[in-house]
Structures are given as C-alpha cells and as structure tokens.
C-alpha cells in the first residue's frame, strides 16, 4: 500500500480542487446544492419532501423537453434547436385533438404526435445540410411556421384533452412517487443508453468533436444529421405529450417557455454548443438547477416577467464564464 507523502499533500489537494473546478458538472452540483441550501433558509417547507418531489417533476418535464437539444448541441457545427418549443406547442394540439379526452385513442394520438414532430425534425435537417441554411435560422424559421400550423388545424381554439391514463403518467403518482419522475428517468436512461452505448451515439460524438476526422474514418455526416434533428423533433413531439398529460388541456403556445429552457438545461448543465461532448446526466442537472430557481423565485412572488429576466441573465452568464474559461484553455 501506498501513502502520498505530507509534503505532496498540499499540491495534491489543490490539484483535485483544481479539477473539480474545471468540471462543469461538479460546479453545476454545488450550486445545485448551495441553491437548495437558500432555498430552504429563505422559503419555509421549501426542503419537505412533497416540495421536493414537485420540483422533481417539474425538473423532469424540462428534462425530457431538453433530450433532443442535448443531441443537436453534441452534434456541433453550431448545432442548435430553436424549434423544440414550437414542436411541443404543436403535438399538444395535435395530441389533444386525436386523444379527445379518450384512452382508447391514446396510442394514435401518441404516434402521430411523435411522427409529426420527427417529420418537422427531418425538415430543419433537410435545410442545414443540403440548402447549407444555419441551425440557429433554418429551426427559428421553421418555429414560425409551425406556431402558424397550429393555429391553422385549431382554428385558434384548441379542442380536446389528454385523457385519464396520459394524465395519470404526467401528474399522477406512483407510491408517493411523482409519475412524470418515473417517465423522465426512464426516458432519460433511453436517451443515455443511445449515446453511450450505440454505434450512432459514437459516431455523433466524433462528428461533434472533429468533423474532419469523421470524414476521415468516413462516417456519413449527412445521416448523422438527419438522424439528429429528426430524433430531436420526435423527442419534442413526446415531451409535448408529456405537456398535454401534466396541464390535460392543449394551449397554442404551451411549450413556448421551453425552447429557451430547453438550449438552457443543456448549457447550464455543462454541455459545450461547441459539440463533441457531454450526457443526458449534464442535461440532468442544468433542467434542476433552473426548476430549483424558478421554484425559490415563485416562492419570493417574484412575477413572470422578473422570473424570465433572470433567466435570461443566468444563461448568458454561464455563456459567459464557459467563454472565458475556453480562452484561458487555448492559452
């Protein structure tokens, strides 16, 4: 057995500090835990338990709306999804209309949902890749005329509803256990398993990371495109039944808020818009961190207006520091 000598104890301490600083998902958990430590000291029955399951299942819902930016973001070449909000909006009409508040029409309601949200997917790849169009404008565009298509098949009046057994997934409990916790987790251990453990998960990480290299190793960039958005699109189409399944009745603009959480809980978790790397874990953390916010702000009654001021101040100063941070790693 080996000791480390008491001299090369201090540099090894500072070295491990220093580690852990560098890590993004380290520095996300102890805010994590710093807010839940304010919160509990300024809100009173913020830390008992049925506080802290709400907020685990309203931290899942971002959770599951982020999964598919969490692929576009790991895909690089400024890989973004700006249309994930509009998709939700979308299925949640569509969902709400097929279902009409009947579980026998829950399955159909489901794949057309999902399917329309992978078709809308595969339109903003067929944009990126041959029309050579940005993700950041092609999927903004391709918001616009989504909100526009739901408002042209509701007439502008949503009609319908999620259903009893939908509900019961999205804000039912299971033992005491929030359904929608259950859901996310599984959906998340999904999601994980695509990237960690599949021949597409590799290969988007090293077209992320190097794109030139995956040219190399002639991995086919385009599929991975493709696939990307498309996964991305139907992932927005299920977290938009998830939506329809917690609120059980469809709004025009019920998945708008999460375009802006969604590229947030991906930022916020530690995951580079550089590409290349990251988890579904790092997704995880980002959604919580900003659901333990909004839950310590609704508490304080800070209104709607100032609650997204500062959310907007929170993403562009984690942008900020992972900046600053890169060019001191360049350097």
Not at 30 to 57: H, S
Not at 319 to 326: C, E, F, Q, S, T
Request: hydrophobic share 55%; net charge positive; proline share 4%.
């Amino acid at each position: 057995m080996s000791y480390v000598d008491k001299a090369d104890r201090p540099a090894l301490l500072r070295s491990t500090a220093t580690a852990l600083l560098r890590s993004n998902f380290a520095v996300g958990a102890a805010i994590m835990v710093l807010l839940l430590i304010v919160g509990g000291m300024m809100i009173p029955g913020f830390l008992m338990p049925r506080n802290l399951l709400a907020i685990g299942a309203l931290g899942m819902l971002v959770t599951i709306a982020a999964l598919g930016q969490t692929f576009v973001v790991i895909s690089g070449d400024g890989g973004i999804d700006l249309s994930v909000g509009a998709i939700m909006s979308f299925s949640t009409v569509l969902g709400a209309m097929i279902i009409s508040g009947q579980d026998q029409y829950l399955l159909p309601g489901v794949i057309a949902a999902c399917l329309a949200g992978a078709a809308l997917g595969f339109v903003n790849a067929l944009g990126i890749w041959y029309l050579r169009i940005p993700a950041l404008i092609m999927t903004l565009g391709l918001a616009g005329i989504v909100a526009g298509l739901s408002i042209v098949i509701t007439h502008g009046q949503p009609s319908g509803s999620s259903g009893p057994f939908l509900a019961f997934l999205a804000s039912g409990t299971l033992l005491g256990v929030p359904m929608l916790i259950i859901v996310g987790v599984l959906a998340a251990i999904g999601a994980e398993f695509v990237l960690q453990r599949t021949g597409f998960g590799r290969m988007l990480f090293l077209v992320g990371a190097n794109p030139p290299a995956a040219d190399v190793a002639r991995i086919p960039r385009n599929l991975i495109v493709f696939a990307t958005y498309t996964l991305s699109g139907a992932l927005s189409g299920f977290a938009g039944l998830m939506l329809l399944g917690y609120t059980q009745t469809p709004y025009l603009k019920g998945g708008e808020d999460y375009m802006l959480s969604s590229i947030a809980a991906v930022v916020v978790g530690g995951i580079s818009l550089k590409g290349g790397q990251g988890s579904v874990g790092n997704t995880i953390l980002g959604a919580f961190v900003l659901t333990v916010i909004g839950s310590i702000l609704v508490g304080l009654h800070v209104a709607q207006g100032g609650r997204e001021i500062i959310d907007g101040i929170i993403l562009l100063c984690v942008l900020a520091l992972y900046a600053v941070r890169g060019r001191r790693q360049v350097r």
